[in-house]
């Protein structure tokens, strides 16, 4: 007891010295969840913070996790059963010893547990029955040798002693080895008389030191025979190999000798295991004739690295002699390294500055020496690095900075080398997902769009759709669209367009009329939804087609006057004379405005034409005699949209040369005398009825007004009123509307409705010069004004 507690304070101090940082000392067999010890307190750490590092156990090299850590108390507890034999077999000194780990900052800490042993195992002897053949030449005294007991135990609780059923025959002495195993002799303490008794049974039982002990027992089978006075010798007391591990099946390993000097049937010499742990009986055989040893299992160097047993040899007769066997077992380079993840964390953040520890990665090697060492490299292609830590503990780091949208994902490949001969590696992959931060704003595909909307548009139609590209993902991806306040013409954005949020599509909110505006831009926003949020904006320019919803405007002849406007035509008027001109605007644009005219009816066909564009009526022949004086021209002027729109004006041609030689005009000027007279006269008449002088005030007044009265025709030149001029329109020739090279000039005597007029001169074409007289009449399609109003003429150029 005392060299046993000796052994242990010896250790604990070598166990500090060396692995430095805790130790302690446990009995095997300890129930799961048992106590072993509270690291926290002997490592000087606060419990608080064990969860937060990730404080657990790290045993490399066991295939079994024999503790565990409680988080909330730091006590280090057993996490499944501890065999001492199972750990450590025979040795004097079962250790085991655990990592324990901690991160933030990376810590790791070992822990030498001593596993005590405790008298779970019985003594057990090789055989249940040992045959032992005794010659009965046999003197008193003689010793003959019984198979040791083997108890799994070490220590006080191996085996102790040995005890032997009484009998007549045998005593037992109880011998020590120099390893100090204890065996057991059989020592003959009368004479056997093969002719009395051939057979002895005996009963040997092994008693271990446990308290309470527990014994063994094997039954012994005495034979007598005659007389063999000679046991075999071997050639060596103790046999030693070397054999690599992974040596295949059926390899010779060594050959036992034993020689008897007896001879015949005592001195032939058998062999066989008395002493053979499992493991061994499972990897080597022996013959028994020949003592050859070969390999009959796998042989692992990590598994067991030397091998001891004892082999007994027996002549034909029962004496025996043993020898110790010990194979030793070297490494090879047959285990590649493993790559354990221990911690990760993922993802991580895209703006995770370099440097920045990502992961915890561990690499064992079961091989020994040189075949331990291991080298590790990461890809060239990612941004990580590996960072050495404590022991084989690498951090998995960044080298650079991250971008999502460029690579959302990383598949790192970790490759392990060990230092063998030749060297094993292995790799492992790891997946590490990249999280978004929100550092793009939203992108349009056009930083200034265009849009073609047709005038008359229907409210709520579909002006345009816009775009914008975030590569940032979920929220900070999700592009919200909204359009900048402004005003258009005076009115807000918000009363023209309107913008679906989510699609970019942009609505009309009203109708648009290409007369009123032609085009307008405004201003689109896209946001993302990250935080905080990001923006940008693009240019939306929106232009209004034209339709032809304008029908074409005559602004000459009048078409508000509703008097007759009657143009003369000069009998010496040649071919291609210019008579006159209708002159028509359109409100709408391009094609749509275009205009063109013609006659669609005439007194006499053949007499006058009119220009297509220009809407010059001419002479197309010489006036004759025969022609009638009073020539009506109906003319249409039509635009050229689709459907094109048209209008119709009445032209009054006299051909004379002077109004006043004109019947129709003159009875029609006395008629409109008589029809005056008359009304003066009746006012007289009443006006004399009451008082004369009011008659003298009124007959004055009315003679003077009729005297400044503007007539249909009248001195000054004649000309288009702007006020005929749509609010719209522009004077282009392009449009064939209105040309500017004309002047139309009248000429009236004063105080007569038959005055004459000078005929139209163009600019541009030869002027007829003659005094011809002119008499306008109008319709009333057009409310641009009653035909007896004074109207005045602009001229146009």
């Given at each position: 007891m005392t060299m046993g507690l000796l052994r242990?304070?010896?250790?604990?101090?070598?166990?500090?010295?060396?692995?430095?940082?805790?130790?302690?000392?446990?009995?095997?067999?300890?129930?799961?969840?048992?106590?072993?010890?509270?690291?926290?307190?002997?490592?000087?750490?606060?419990?608080?913070?064990?969860?937060?590092?990730?404080?657990?156990?790290?045993?490399?090299?066991?295939?079994?996790?024999?503790?565990?850590?409680?988080?909330?108390?730091?006590?280090?507890?057993?996490?499944?059963?501890?065999?001492?034999?199972?750990?450590?077999?025979?040795?004097?000194?079962?250790?085991?010893?655990?990592?324990?780990?901690?991160?933030?900052?990376?810590?790791?800490?070992?822990?030498?547990?001593?596993?005590?042993?405790?008298?779970?195992?019985?003594?057990?002897?090789?055989?249940?029955?040992?045959?032992?053949?005794?010659?009965?030449?046999?003197?008193?005294?003689?010793?003959?040798?019984?198979?040791?007991?083997?108890?799994?135990?070490?220590?006080?609780?191996?085996?102790?002693?040995?005890?032997?059923?009484?009998?007549?025959?045998?005593?037992?002495?109880?011998?020590?080895?120099?390893?100090?195993v204890k065996y057991g002799e059989l020592v003959l303490d009368k004479v056997l008389d093969r002719e009395q008794q051939e057979e002895v049974k005996l009963i040997l039982t092994a008693v271990d030191g446990g308290s309470p002990p527990k014994t063994g027992s094997v039954a012994i089978h005495v034979t007598v025979l005659d007389a063999n006075d000679n046991a075999p010798v071997f050639s060596q007391e103790h046999y030693t190999a070397s054999l690599p591990e992974?040596?295949?099946?059926?390899?010779?390993?060594?050959?036992?000798?034993?020689?008897?000097?007896?001879?015949?049937?005592?001195?032939?010499?058998?062999?066989?295991?008395?002493?053979?742990?499992?493991?061994?009986?499972?990897?080597?055989?022996?013959?028994?004739?020949?003592?050859?040893?070969?390999?009959?299992?796998?042989?692992?160097?990590?598994?067991?690295?030397?091998y001891e047993m004892r082999i007994q040899a027996m002549d034909g007769y029962g004496l025996t002699s043993d020898s110790k066997v010990t194979i030793e077992i070297t490494d090879i380079n047959d285990n590649a390294p493993v790559i354990i993840l221990k911690s990760l964390n993922d993802p991580v953040s895209e703006n995770a500055p370099p440097g920045t520890e990502v992961g915890i990665i561990n690499v064992q090697d079961n091989d020994s020496g040189n075949n331990r060492l291991v080298r590790c490299s990461v890809q060239q292609n990612v941004p990580f690095k590996l960072v050495p830590s404590v022991k084989n503990y690498f951090a998995l780091a960044t080298t650079g900075e991250l971008d999502r949208e460029l690579l959302n994902s990383y598949n790192i490949t970790i490759t392990a080398t060990d230092e063998g001969s030749p060297p094993l590696s292995s790799s492992k992959t790891i997946h590490l997902s990249v999280s978004d931060v929100n550092d793009n704003p939203p992108v349009f595909q056009e930083k200034t769009y265009s849009a073609h909307v047709t005038e008359n548009n229907k409210q709520g139609s579909t002006v345009c759709s816009v775009t914008a590209i975030d590569p940032d993902w979920r929220q900070n991806g999700t592009v919200i669209y909204s359009l900048l306040p402004g005003l258009v013409n005076g009115m807000p954005v918000s009363s023209l367009l309107s913008i679906n949020g989510d699609t970019g599509v942009i609505h009309a909110v009203r109708s648009f009329d290409y007369e009123q505006c032609k085009d307008f831009k405004v201003h689109v926003l896209a946001r993302d939804n990250g935080s905080p949020p990001l923006s940008t904006n693009a240019t939306v320019s929106v232009f209004i087609t034209d339709m032809n919803?304008?029908?074409?405007?005559?602004?000459?002849?009048?078409?508000?006057?509703?008097?007759?406007?009657?143009?003369?035509?000069?009998?010496?008027?040649?071919?291609?004379?210019?008579?006159?001109?209708?002159?028509?605007?359109?409100?709408?644009?391009?094609?749509?405005?275009?205009?063109?005219?013609?006659?669609?009816?005439?007194?006499?066909?053949g007499l006058f034409t009119i220009g297509v564009h220009s809407g010059e009526i001419r002479t197309q022949r010489d006036i004759s005699e025969s022609d009638?004086?009073?020539?009506?021209?109906?003319?249409?002027?039509?635009?050229?949209?689709?459907?094109?729109?048209?209008?119709?004006?009445?032209?009054?041609?006299?051909?004379?040369?002077?109004?006043?030689?004109?019947?129709?005009?003159?009875?029609?000027?006395?008629?409109?005398?008589?029809?005056?007279?008359?009304?003066?006269?009746?006012?007289?008449?009443?006006?004399?009825?009451?008082?004369?002088?009011?008659?003298?005030?009124?007959?004055?007044?009315?003679?003077?007004?009729?005297?400044?009265?503007?007539?249909?025709?009248?001195?000054?030149?004649?000309?288009?009123?702007?006020?005929?001029?749509?609010?719209?329109?522009?004077?282009?020739?392009?449009?064939?509307?209105?040309?500017?090279?004309?002047?139309?000039?009248?000429?009236?005597?004063?105080?007569?409705?038959?005055?004459?007029?000078?005929?139209?001169?163009?600019?541009?074409?030869g002027t007829l010069l003659a005094d011809r007289t002119l008499s306008k009449s109008c319709t009333a399609d057009e409310p641009f004004g009653p035909c007896d109003e004074p109207e005045t003429l602009p001229q146009v150029i």
């Open positions: 242990l304070v010896f250790f604990t101090f070598m166990a500090h010295g060396v692995c430095g940082d805790i130790s302690y000392s446990i009995p095997e067999e300890m129930k799961r969840g048992s106590v072993i010890g509270n690291i926290a307190k002997d490592l000087g750490l606060d419990v608080k913070t064990l969860s937060a590092r990730k404080a657990r156990e790290d045993s490399e090299g066991n295939r079994k996790q024999y503790c565990d850590i409680n988080l909330r108390t730091g006590e280090l507890t057993v996490a499944d059963r501890i065999d001492r034999e199972e750990l450590c077999a025979e040795k004097v000194s079962c250790v085991l010893a655990v990592d324990i780990m901690l991160e933030s900052p990376l810590e790791l800490h070992r822990v030498n547990i001593l596993i005590q042993d405790i008298n779970d195992n019985s003594p057990v002897f090789p055989k249940d029955v040992f045959k032992l053949d005794i010659r009965e030449s046999a003197v008193k005294g003689a010793v003959f040798r019984v198979n040791e007991a083997h108890d799994a135990d070490t220590g006080h609780n191996a085996v102790q002693s040995y005890s032997l059923e009484a009998n007549d025959y045998f005593v037992l002495a109880v011998r020590t080895k120099n390893e100090g992974n040596t295949p099946a059926d390899t010779a390993v060594l050959t036992v000798s034993a020689v008897d000097a007896d001879i015949g049937a005592n001195g032939e010499v058998t062999y066989e295991f008395t002493r053979i742990s499992e493991k061994a009986r499972k990897a080597f055989s022996l013959n028994e004739n020949t003592g050859e040893m070969r390999v009959v299992g796998p042989i692992d160097f990590e598994d067991e690295s030397k919803d304008n029908s074409p405007q005559i602004l000459y002849p009048s078409p508000g006057d509703n008097s007759l406007m009657t143009e003369l035509v000069p009998r010496a008027a040649p071919a291609a004379s210019l008579v006159s001109k209708v002159i028509a605007v359109d409100a709408d644009s391009g094609q749509n405005a275009w205009l063109s005219y013609s006659i669609i009816k005439a007194t006499d066909p009638a004086i009073k020539q009506d021209l109906i003319v249409a002027v039509k635009d050229n949209g689709q459907p094109s729109l048209s209008v119709t004006c009445t032209m009054y041609l006299v051909i004379s040369d002077n109004l006043a030689d004109i019947p129709e005009l003159k009875d029609r000027s006395h008629e409109d005398s008589s029809s005056k007279l008359t009304t003066y006269l009746i006012i007289a008449l009443v006006s004399v009825s009451t008082f004369f002088l009011t008659f003298m005030i009124i007959a004055l007044a009315v003679r003077f007004c009729h005297r400044r009265k503007p007539r249909l025709l009248f001195d000054g030149a004649v000309a288009i009123p702007s006020a005929y001029l749509p609010p719209n329109y522009a004077d282009v020739d392009g449009t064939m509307t209105l040309r500017s090279g004309y002047n139309y000039d009248a000429y009236l005597t004063t105080g007569s409705r038959t005055s004459d007029f000078k005929f139209v001169q163009s600019y541009n074409d």
